[in-house]
Nanobody
């Protein structure tokens, strides 16, 4: 089992950057796929990015491809989401989630979730 805590959410201006962190506790974190999701008010939870256990492969949604980068440091039990060129459409609560097995884009496939961190992009 793994516990996840996100941090780094903030209010940022359009065009700005932000880095989110996901701190994990529990055993064998380096065996978990980690994904980022986001959910805006009135909308369904949306896949953002995922990263394999060793951190060698990443996947992104079309809406963030080229602007967001996810990475991990297994020695520190940390996963990061670097977000650049932010737009108001990126405003959401961002969650990290973890699972054992293959990478997935469906939120229902992830049994472990953090509490979320708010990102607001506004001038």
């Amino acid at each position: 089992q793994v516990q996840l805590v996100e941090s780094g959410g903030a209010l940022v201006q359009p065009g700005g950057s932000l880095r989110l962190s996901c701190a994990a506790s529990g055993r064998l974190f380096n065996t978990y796929v980690v994904a980022w999701f986001r959910q805006a008010p009135g909308k369904e939870r949306e896949f953002v990015a995922s990263i394999t256990p060793p951190g060698t492969l990443t996947t992104y949604s079309d809406s963030v491809q080229g602007r967001f980068t996810t990475s991990r440091d297994n020695a520190k039990n940390m996963v990061y989401l670097q977000m650049n060129s932010l737009t108001p459409e990126d405003t959401s609560i961002y969650y990290c989630a973890a699972r054992i097995g293959i990478r997935m884009r469906e939120a229902s496939g992830y049994p472990y979730w953090g509490q979320g961190t708010q990102v607001t992009v506004s001038s």
